[in-house]
């Protein structure tokens, strides 16, 4: 299987690290994939929701308020400023994560547009979970 390691990084440490299928990510000029040996690339990120396709083909979901992404043929790196792992095992635990990430949205200075759209799928998520 082809796949690439992904790490996300903030100032409070490492919140994710491990082998995934694509990453989806909120980039300054829009949203953009990245699959196992893409090309080389270093790209500013907006508020958003990161959407990580793991390996056995589930996901996961990251907010983040902004940062910076580096890209290599094998491995993704994003370096957030905030950021917010949604999800969770029990039914509290994830309406905790994702009402932490709404928040950390709502805390930044940018565009409305681009906090909108973050909120908008932080809700989706809300709803295909019913939490």
Known sequence: MNTCKLEIVTP???????NV?????PGKEGEFGVLPN???????????VIDIE?????????????????VDENSVTILA????SIGGTTESEVAKS??????LLKSICDSDAA???ATAKIESIRKLKKF
């Open 98 to 103: 994702l009402e932490a990430a709404t928040e």
């Open 21 to 25: 299928k694509s990453v989806t990510l």
């Open 54 to 70: 793991l390996a056995d083909g589930s996901h996961d979901v990251v907010a983040i308020n902004w940062g910076h992404v580096k």
């Open 12 to 18: 409070l440490g490492q919140i994710f690290d491990n």
């Open 81 to 84: 400023d905030g950021a917010v």
């Open 115 to 117: 906090i909108a759209m």
């Open 38 to 48: 893409h090309a080389s690339l270093v790209a500013l990120l907006s508020a958003g």
